[in-house]
């Protein structure tokens, strides 16, 4: 049985190891218990020094219920690439969506 994920904690990507481009996946067997919180987790392969900053946020994570434990592969991807959300643009998203406005197109002048 394939749970539907409710509340996602956003995964900490070690500054030092996005700043020098180290990146990969790591993958994770999570244990949900029937209430939908994760009871445990236990790395089944990928980056190892990534391996805590996953199980860190996946621990956190919130499933839908379900009638007995339930046993799920989940891949966390850790690219160095990828632009981070700082908790200034999503603060500013959130006010703008109070307000029912749209944010500009990220670019030159815009705010990160």
Excluded: C, H
Excluded at 33 to 52: F, H, M, N, Q, W
């Amino acid at each position: 049985m394939r749970r539907k994920i409710v509340k996602k904690v956003p995964v900490q990507y070690p500054l030092v190891l996005k700043m020098k481009g180290i990146g990969g996946t790591v993958r994770l067997k999570v244990f949900i218990k029937p209430d939908g919180s994760v009871r445990d987790t236990e790395v089944l392969g990928g980056s190892a020094i990534l391996a805590e900053s996953a199980q860190k946020s996946v621990s956190q994570w919130k499933f839908s219920p379900g009638n007995s434990e339930t046993i799920m592969e989940i891949s966390v991807v850790f690219d160095p690439a990828a632009k981070s959300e700082t908790r200034f643009r999503r603060r500013r998203l959130a006010w703008l969506a109070l307000f029912g406005l749209q944010p500009l197109p990220d670019g030159p002048g815009s705010f990160p």
